[in-house]
């Protein structure tokens, strides 16, 4: 069965630009998580969606927001990019919410920003 | 605020050895733990999943083992072999209260296994 998929892989944008990242989860599964990558902050929970609605949101500035559709498939979206937001940024999906069947993680899209 | 803490921070090892990856959490009501393993520049990879009423899990040469009330979590590898070289996280959310169901991640072990 697939697997979690996100798409890009890869992303360079200017700062200043927004830019939008895809998941879709494994089929049947209702809850997608986020998460930040990078060297010095390791990985950060960014938000957690369930049934198209925002059910948690870490530590992250307004800058950062995202979405879900009925399919569950999820974009998160950074508008007013920094040098900063540049990592890799990870898509997890689980079968529901609170971790009772675990988390199968994409990928991830590298986002680079210049 | 759940910390979660992984020792070594590094390990070097030879083809053959076993070993045992350590992780310890702060907040014991973790409601579950899971290990994962990512490769140089990619996702996650779910190696095991320890459910809040079980101690332990084993696939293959891996076994990892949960003691809540010590806050603490083992990774045991058998037989290591070069293709185990990568990163080893453990991550688990805190108890489920409807409203924290996202995982708190360790700093991380990087495992190299040599020829």
């Known amino acids: 069965k697939a697997g979690v998929t996100q798409t890009p892989r890869y992303l360079i944008k200017t700062r200043g630009q927004q830019v939008t990242l895809s998941c879709s989860p494994i089929?049947?599964?209702?809850?997608v998580s986020w998460y930040q990558q990078t060297p010095g902050q390791g990985l950060q929970f960014l938000f957690e969606?369930?049934?198209?609605?925002?059910?948690n949101k870490g530590n992250f500035p307004g800058r950062f927001s995202g979405r879900q559709f009925s399919n569950s498939r999820s974009e998160m979206n950074v508008s007013t990019l920094e040098l900063g937001d540049s990592a890799l940024y990870l898509c997890?999906?689980?079968?529901?919410?609170?971790?009772?069947?675990?988390?199968?993680f994409g990928s991830g899209t590298r986002l680079t920003v210049v | 605020k759940q910390e979660v803490t992984q020792i070594p921070a590094a390990l070097s090892v030879p083809e053959g050895e076993n070993l045992v990856l350590n992780c310890s959490f702060t907040?014991?009501?973790?409601?579950?733990l899971q290990w994962f393993r990512q490769d140089p520049g990619k996702g996650l990879t779910s190696l095991l999943l320890?459910?809040?009423?079980?101690r332990e899990q084993t696939s293959g040469r891996l076994n990892a083992s949960l003691d809540k009330s010590s806050g603490r979590s083992t990774l045991y590898i058998a037989a290591s072999q070069p293709g185990d070289s990568a990163t080893y996280l453990c991550?688990?959310?805190?108890?489920?209260?409807?409203?924290?169901?996202?995982?708190?991640f360790g700093t991380g072990t990087r495992l190299q296994v040599t020829l």
């Open positions: 907040d014991s009501a973790i409601y579950n």
């Open positions: 969606y369930f049934s198209e609605t925002q059910r």
């Open positions: 991550a688990g959310p805190i108890e489920n209260t409807g409203t924290a169901s996202k995982l708190t």
């Open positions: 320890i459910q809040s009423s079980q």
């Open positions: 089929s049947g599964h209702r809850s």
């Open positions: 997890a999906s689980s079968l529901a919410r609170g971790g009772n069947y675990g988390y199968t």
